[in-house]
């Protein structure tokens, strides 16, 4: 099993739907959560992460974590054809057994359509 | 402009054939590491440093050779290429050891035929 599991998709959807992507994790040591946003032929790029539990909101982008049940969320809202990417879950437990690096879900491929 | 630097962007390469990917950053981080991306497997971890003269193995570092002898730049070596290794490779950075703002190169695809 791996440590992050995350719906590859693809996903498609309307301009203007909300979209949900979700990561599920096994490693209760991870304190920070991140979303990338990669697109095509580029390197991920951060959109933003959040430490512990709760939410975190920027712009039309919101990020949930429920450590509880090792779940975390990212929603876009009025998504735009400009949103179409893979995107990416990753998570640290800073300092723990997996100092210095960053578990990466397998990245969800979201295409926004007009 | 704050970027991390990665060249080549593209090559093809012949098993054996021993080759070096450079990578640089501008940003004065401590942290820089090196990832390959495979379709189903995500980003997975070959090598990472937390500074000058120190490195660490990541989940994948077979194969794989690194160095830091100055804290801007992290070279990935492959010493005898094989088909397998065959990726799509990135290099990180990032200011700490948390990890919370890592910045990616543009990548590197690599052809080990």
């Known amino acids: 099993q791996k440590e992050v599991e995350q719906d590859p998709g693809p996903l498609s959807v309307p301009e203007g739907a909300i979209v949900s992507l979700n990561c599920t994790y096994s490693?209760?040591?991870?304190?920070?959560f991140m979303w990338y946003r990669q697109y095509s032929r580029k390197g991920p790029e951060l959109l933003m992460y959040t430490y512990s539990s709760g939410n975190k909101e920027d712009g039309r982008f919101t990020a949930q974590v429920d450590k509880s049940s090792k779940y975390i969320s990212l929603f876009i809202r009025d998504s735009q054809p400009s949103d179409s990417a893979t995107y990416l879950c990753a998570m640290s437990d800073a300092g723990g057994t997996s100092y210095g690096k960053l578990t990466f879900g397998q990245g969800t491929i979201l295409t926004v359509h007009p | 402009e704050a970027q991390v630097t990665q060249n080549p962007r593209y090559l093809i390469t012949v098993t054996g054939k021993k080759l070096t990917v450079t990578c640089s950053q501008n940003m004065n981080h401590e942290y820089m590491s090196w990832y390959r991306q495979d379709p189903g497997l995500g980003l997975r971890q070959i090598y990472y440093s937390m500074n000058v003269e120190v490195t660490d193995k990541g989940d994948v570092p077979e194969g794989y050779k690194v160095s830091r002898k100055e804290k801007r730049n992290f070279p990935l070596i492959l010493e005898s290429p094989s088909p397998n290794q065959t990726s799509l490779y990135f290099c990180a950075s990032s200011l700490d050891r948390l990890l919370t703002e890592a910045f990616f190169g543009q990548g590197t695809r690599l052809t080990v035929v």
């Open positions: 490693n209760s040591a991870f304190q920070y």
